[in-house]
């Protein structure tokens, strides 16, 4: 008999892990499926992305190992989007590392700094991937719940001291999946502050920084003065530039911390595909239009959608960033059934809190990931199972 780690016993259920095959079984049986779960939109990636791996693939120097080093040109376009966007200027060799996805890079953060016992803070609900990683690095997962009364902010001073001390890493992620809370510049100071004076390293999530409505701006934590001492900050192309499959981010930070992350990724991956690292560099030079591009996508069919749920019961409000909607479910109906029922009953994709974890209970996700006309048929079929529970 083969005898599992204790590790990856105590790993939870990966929220989304079960999902393909059920959706996969349902479509078989013909039913008309709405998946409105996952957080990865429809839309095609920037033409230019295309183009750019077509040209890659025809030179066979891109088929080579990228090594840690990665493709020079996909570094200087991150580091020069950091400084164009953000003010933000980082040594694209030193200070930048690409990385496979920002899942990746914020899983083996944790291999990077945390010995076992210690303790990072993991925001709930929030993406799993803080609880798995802690885990995977036989570090302990301290569970903070994210509530409405403190608008899904993570306030450091209400965790105790004790367990501030022992913290190693926290992990914090604004624009936030699933709730789509923002944070203003004055809770980001106080928590750099707070990282300081604990002696915390902040692992700041940033995929959704450009999926930003009405005029509100996302910064990066390093706009924060001082930020650079306490932060590491994980970029992504998936969610701007509607690019999930093609695995390229990168991570920003210290010197010392970009070399700890790299010297322990020369263990477990040899680098993004460079054609697309390729890639990667041509959509960077032209972030900002491409991303508008799909924000304006993403606040259509927001505006769309919230006022047909609120038509059918639901009391959402309206989120500020993010393609997501955290729905708050009526007192007592468990998120979990409301999602089987949606599913089974009207052909519904979506996320229950639960499955975020239990301080994550009493609401569901919707991904504002298809058409228009597919989201507003969501919403009143969601409708349908309000008014029957
Ligand atoms: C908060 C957050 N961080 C990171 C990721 C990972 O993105 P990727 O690995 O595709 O860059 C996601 C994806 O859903 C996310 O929601």
């Known amino acids: 008999m083969t005898a599992f780690s204790k590790r990856v016993a105590q790993l939870p259920t990966y929220p989304m892990a079960e999902l393909?095959?059920?959706k996969r079984r349902l479509i078989e049986q013909g039913v008309d499926l709405i998946d409105v779960g996952a957080g990865d939109a429809d839309f095609a990636p920037p033409d230019i992305a295309v183009k750019a791996l077509t040209r890659a693939l025809q030179d066979p120097a891109m088929s080579r190992y990228a090594f840690q080093l990665g493709l020079p040109a996909f570094r200087e376009s991150a580091a020069a989007y950091m400084q164009r966007r953000f003010g933000v200027s980082v040594d694209p060799f030193k200070e930048l590392h690409p990385i496979l996805g920002s899942k990746e890079g914020i899983a083996h953060l944790a291999t990077a700094v945390l010995d076992p016992g210690d303790v990072a803070i993991v925001p709930v609900p929030g993406y799993a991937v803080y609880h798995g990683g802690t885990v995977l690095a036989d570090g302990e997962p301290y569970l903070v719940t994210l509530t409405p009364r403190t608008d899904f902010l993570l306030e450091l001073d209400e965790i105790p001291r004790d367990v501030l001390k022992r913290a190693k890493l926290i992990y914090l992620n604004y624009p936030n999946n699933p709730t789509a809370a923002i944070a203003p510049r004055d809770y980001l100071e106080r928590t750099i502050a707070a990282c300081r004076e604990y002696d915390v390293l902040l692992a700041y999530d940033n995929p959704y920084c450009e999926v930003t409505f009405d005029g509100y701006v996302a910064p990066s934590i390093f706009e924060i003065p001082g930020a650079m001492d306490v932060a590491v900050e994980f970029h992504s192309l998936s969610?701007?530039?509607?690019?999930?499959?093609?695995?390229?981010g990168w991570a920003v930070g210290r010197p010392d911390r970009i070399a700890a992350l790299a010297r322990v990724k020369n263990y477990i991956d040899t680098g993004a595909f460079?054609?697309?690292?390729?890639?990667?560099a041509e959509v960077l030079k032209q972030a900002e239009r491409l991303a508008a591009g799909y924000v304006a996508q993403f606040k259509e069919r927001r505006d769309a959608i919230l006022p047909v749920l609120r038509a059918n019961g639901?009391?959402?409000?309206?989120?500020?960033a993010t393609l997501y909607l955290w729905v708050p479910l009526p007192e007592g109906l468990a998120s979990a059934a409301f999602q089987k029922r949606a599913l089974e009953d009207v052909g519904v994709i979506t996320l229950p809190g639960s499955a975020f974890g239990a301080g994550a209970e009493g609401f569901f996700r919707i991904a504002l990931t298809v058409a228009t006309p597919r989201l507003l048929e969501a919403a009143e079929r969601l409708g349908k199972v309000l008014a029957a529970v």
Do not use: D, N, Y
């Not at 460079?274 to 990667?280: I, M, N």
């Open 274 to 280: 460079l054609a697309v690292q390729s890639a990667g």
């Open 239 to 248: 969610k701007s530039f509607c690019m999930t499959g093609w695995r390229l």
């Open 20 to 22: 393909p095959a059920i």
């Open 314 to 320: 639901f009391e959402v409000e309206t989120p500020r």
